[in-house]
């Protein structure tokens, strides 16, 4: 398997521009995370889905970050007008159902380098 | 509230010395789950060893043990015989049960740790 796959792996835009991150989650794995990482505030979790369903959304910033997970095949991180302080890397993570209960590890993809300027 | 705790934001270690990374926790479900990553320079997040809150022995992955100490809420990293590929950020991390009733994954500050020759 090749991984979790993201895209691109380096994104500059313009303040005010959409900007659109792309993620392919490792086939069977039923659930997927979309993390923000910073020096400031370090990994934080933005949205978690499972079985493409969108279930804990409580780390999103604002109204203008959007997620959706169309299929089990793929997932979208959106930001809309984007900002500097959006400026990041976004990792996605899927993960499959550990034996009995809970999570098993979570696989990263190799992150999205995110500069907004 | 749920809470990962690494206190060493910075360790040089020997080549060749064992090295033990400082994680407390804070939670106060009785089910949750503890996972250490790897984040060399390149910036993936590798996956490196988990441990379950009912797991009676320490994991072990290779040169990566998990001395967990439940009773103190601490879960450190031990690596063996460190090399000079293990400088990089260490983070740990724990998964607990959500009030939305998912289980989450949050992340330590990290511990950046550079192997000396």
């Known amino acids: 398997d090749a991984g979790v796959i993201q895209s691109p792996r380096h994104e500059v835009t313009e303040m005010g521009q959409e900007v659109t991150l792309r993620c392919k989650p490792i086939?069977?794995?039923?659930?997927l995370f979309w993390y923000r990482q910073t020096m400031m505030r370090g990994l934080e979790l933005l949205i978690y889905?499972?079985?493409?369903?969108?279930?804990?959304d409580s780390g999103m910033p604002e109204d203008r970050f959007s997620a959706k997970m169309p299929n089990a095949s793929f997932s979208t991180l959106k930001i809309q007008p984007s900002e500097p302080r959006d400026s990041a890397v976004y990792f996605c993570?899927?993960?499959?159902?550990?034996?009995?209960?809970?999570?098993?590890?979570?696989?990263f993809g190799q992150g999205t380098r995110l500069t907004v300027v | 509230a749920q809470k990962i705790t690494q206190t060493q934001p910075g360790m040089f270690v020997q080549e060749k010395e064992a090295v033990t990374l400082d994680c407390t926790y804070d939670t106060s479900d009785p089910s949750y789950g503890l996972f250490w990553y790897k984040q060399p320079s390149s910036g993936e997040m590798i996956f490196l060893i988990y441990q379950g809150s009912y797991d009676q022995q320490n994991a072990t992955e290779g040169r990566y043990s998990l001395n967990f100490q439940k009773a103190r809420k601490s879960a450190n990293l031990v690596i063996s015989a460190s090399q000079l590929g293990d400088s990089a950020m260490y983070f740990c991390?724990?998964?607990?049960?959500?009030?939305?009733?998912?289980?989450?994954?949050?992340f330590g500050t990290g511990t950046r740790l550079t192997i000396i020759p």
């Open positions: 991390a724990m998964q607990y049960r959500s009030n939305f009733g998912n289980e989450k994954l949050t």
């Open positions: 889905f499972n079985n493409n369903v969108p279930i804990d």
């Open positions: 993570a899927s993960s499959p159902l550990r034996e009995g209960a809970g999570l098993a590890e979570a696989f």
């Open positions: 086939s069977g794995h039923n659930s």
